[in-house]
Each structure stands twice: as C-alpha cells, then as structure tokens.
C-alpha cells in the first residue's frame, strides 16, 4: 500500500475513533458502567409509585428501626426499599406523643415525636399551591409542599441522600396541643375560626403565624435521622452573602472553583462532585439558599453532602437562578452517574416521574402544572452547560467516573 493511500486510511480510521467516542458518550449505553447506570434507572422508574401501606411483610421490626438501619454514610436509604410506603404510612398516621418548637433556624416548625419514639420535623402550609413567591430567589417562608417534592426527586435523580418526607394533615386542637410544650403551647391563637401558631425561630413572629383550616393544618414531617449519625455542619463554598451590594468571591473570580480545588475536603475525595450533584438538585428546584450544609460528623470528606432543609424550593416557576449552577458551570465537571441520569430524564420524563412519584402522597397535588414544567426547562439548561464545558474542554475532562464502594462503619 502507498504511503499516500496509508495516511487516508489512518486519517479515517482516527475519524472513526473520535465519531465513535462521541457517539458512544451521546448514547450511554455502551460501557458496563452505563449499562448499569441505565439498568438503575429502569429500576428507579419501576418502583417510582409508593402506595402508603402500613404493612411490613418478613420482618419484626418497627418501621422506625428499618429507616435508621438504612443510613449508611453515602445513602440515606438504599435503591431497594419495599418497605418505604410502610415507613412513610407510618410517618403520616402515628399517634403524636409530643410537640415542641423546631431545632434553631430562620423557619417556623416544629419537632413532633410519633408513637415508638421517632422524631419528626413538622413543617406548616404557608401557601396556597399556585402561589408565586416574588422577590429574591430565597425570599419567602419555607415552602411545606417543596420539602415532599425534593425527597421525591432525590429518588428519581438516584442521589439518595435527602432524608425521607411526606406530607401530613394534623389536627392542632386534638392532636398538638394537649402534648406540647409550654414553650410551643405559648405561641398558639386563634385567628378567626382558625387555630394558629407562631413558634420559635429567627424570624418568627406573632403577627406572622401559620394558621390550620379550623383546626386541620396540613403539612410536612422529615423524618430526624438516627442519633447515631450526628452531623457535621460546614459552609457552602458557594454560598451568597446575604447583604446587599457585596459579592461573594465565587461572584466575581472566574477562578474561584481552582481555589476551592486546593482547599479541605474539596481537594480529594468525592466532597466537590457532592457540591455540584447538590447544584443541579437546587437549580430544578429552585433552591437558591444553601448557604450551609450537613454531612456526617468525622468523615474526612468521605461522606455524602445530605440535602437537609429543601423548603426555600418551588416559589417561583419563572425564574430560573442560573447562580445556583455555578459549582458546575465554574468547575466543569461531572459525575458520568449524574450525567447519564439527566440524560435519561429528557423528552418529559423528568416531570412525568415526578408527578408519579408524589401521586399518592397525602397532600397530593404537591406542586401546582407550572411548577413541573419548569423542571424539564430547567433539566434542557443543565444539559446545555455540560455540553459547553465539554466543548470547551472535551469529555474526558469534564465527566468524572467516581462509582466509589465505600465501607459502611
């Protein structure tokens, strides 16, 4: 062969190559990897429904023994859970032993404790479904309904690591009031014909309480995570300041994210790729106000970043804080696990599993039409910045494979 017909076959065997290559990113189906990640997903999607059953079948356990079993340091609950619709029955029906104000924080809510012992967080209805939240990406009272919302798509996105919510409609006369604290039982009115409380938080107030219809309130409850996993908290790198006129530094730098590479426990481990899996959660959601965030305590960076406190989400379907993808769109990396995930949810698959998931919760309809449309806009934006990066700086560079088997101690 001439040295002349050599070069053109080299030259389209490299075209090959590289079309290939592309292709087989594109598609996502070629690698064992991504034919687990799709295997995963198809699983996901069989077991999106979970009917609240109080059932629990082969087992002697309370349904609170089986959630705190389930906590391992990169999971709140594993991929496999038929006994979730059990727990989450249990969540929204178990008799109310004691009510007391909420943990420290900006936010109304309070800490209820169910029949067996188990601690739950009680967040009120604030809003009506189709309510929109104007002002600044973070304005607004915590949003109930937001909370049950992000549990459900942490399952679909695969991250597993927002602790379980569901929604629940508790009488305040009948059910609140004869156990709780003095503390909480001090901030009680009544508005109207309708019971009310204020609670005890940063910005809580008497002349802004939540108020029940009559005497029903619907809510959330996220379930406490067990005792034995105390939790670390540490301030989100990109977080904003909160004042206005002054910037944060990740604002400003275009090299921040180089910065944040060199700094504990951002410079090894899986710590980064949690903060920007944690981006892409909050842009669908609208979440704009993670300023901190919770891992386990004495980890080293081993451990998951836990999507705790979802309810500043879902206040405004026409806005979306592109701020919020700044760990990525800075950084410019990915997990290959989450990018292939986005890429399942395309085409209306997004919305479609989300509203399947949350059918049978009890405060269904969670989120009001706008509200869903918005995620797959906001899903088509993701995508677009990954594929600016890749173009910018290829996809070996820009899709991380961090399928990590962690020991759970």
Sequence with gaps: MKLKQ?????AILLVIFIFTKVFLIDNLDT?????????AFQRMLAGLRVALDPRLEHTMQSPWEIAAQWVVPREVYPEDTPELGAV????????????DVGY???????????EGGQKVVFKPKRYARDYIVEGEPYAGYDRHNAEVAAFHLDRILGFRRAPLVVGRFVNLRTEIKPVATEQLLGTFMTVGNNTCFYGKCYYCRETEPACADG??????????????WPLQKHRHPWGRTYREGKLARWEYDESYCDAVKKTSP??????????????????????????H???????EGASMLILLDNA??????????RSILAPLYQCCIIRVSTWNRLNYLKNGVLKSALKTAMLHDPISPVLSTPHLDALDQRLLSILATVKQCTDQFGPDVVLVEDRMTLSHL
């Design 31 to 39: 690698s064992a990897a991504n034919r687990e990640d799709q295997r």
């Design 88 to 99: 989450m029955h249990a969540m929204t029906t178990k008799k109310i032993i004691k009510a």
């Design 104 to 114: 420290k924080g900006t936010q109304l809510k309070a800490l209820l404790i169910l």
């Design 293 to 299: 965030y919770e891992s386990f305590q004495d980890d």
């Design 215 to 228: 005497d029903i309130m619907e809510g959330s409850v996220t379930l406490w995570l067990p005792d034995v």
């Design 266 to 291: 951002y410079d090894s481990g899986p710590r980064l790729l949690d903060i920007i899996d944690t981006a892409i959660f909050d842009y669908l959601i609208g979440n704009a106000d993670r300023h």
């Design 6 to 10: 050599r070069v053109v076959l080299l």
């Design 312 to 321: 500043k989400s879902f206040g405004n379907p026409a806005l979306d804080e």
